[in-house]
């Protein structure tokens, strides 16, 4: 676990970062059927929402927001329901981040290559696991 901890210090999150072509994107404009099926498809708890284009995206769906919004009987308003998302460069160093996601007790980020696009996203988990191991 020692080791886990000062290999932080020489990664990057592009190292460990989910790649964008295995992310699970949701787009602004589904209904809520649509991305009902999706969270169940998936079984992840949060989703990266874009408009447009994947490189265009505006928030952050936390599946308990969704649920807590379909309890309350709300009218279905993704951009409503979304988190403001967190973006890192994807060459921002691991322990850095680890510290950011405590300070702003987020436990997403998306990260952006140099031109401005979505290279992919990293949790609070995958960061854990390269302390602790898989």
Request: hydrophobic share 45%; aromatic share 8%.
């Amino acid at each position: 676990m020692i080791k886990g901890v000062v290999d932080l210090a020489e990664k990057d999150a592009k190292d460990i970062m989910v790649p964008r072509t295995d992310v699970v994107f949701i787009s602004s404009d589904m209904s809520m059927e649509e991305v009902l099926d999706i969270v169940a498809e998936s079984g992840f708890s949060r989703f990266p929402v874009y408009e447009e284009t994947i490189d265009n995206v505006i928030g952050i769906l936390y599946v308990k927001d969704l649920l807590r919004s379909i309890v309350k009987k709300e009218e279905f308003d993704l951009e409503r329901v979304v988190r403001k998302p967190y973006f890192i460069p994807d060459s921002k160093k691991i322990n850095a981040l680890f510290h950011d996601f405590r300070k702003k007790r987020v436990h997403i980020a998306v990260a952006v290559d140099e031109y401005g696009g979505v290279a992919g996203i990293i949790c609070l988990e995958d960061i854990l696991e390269e302390i602790v191991g898989e």
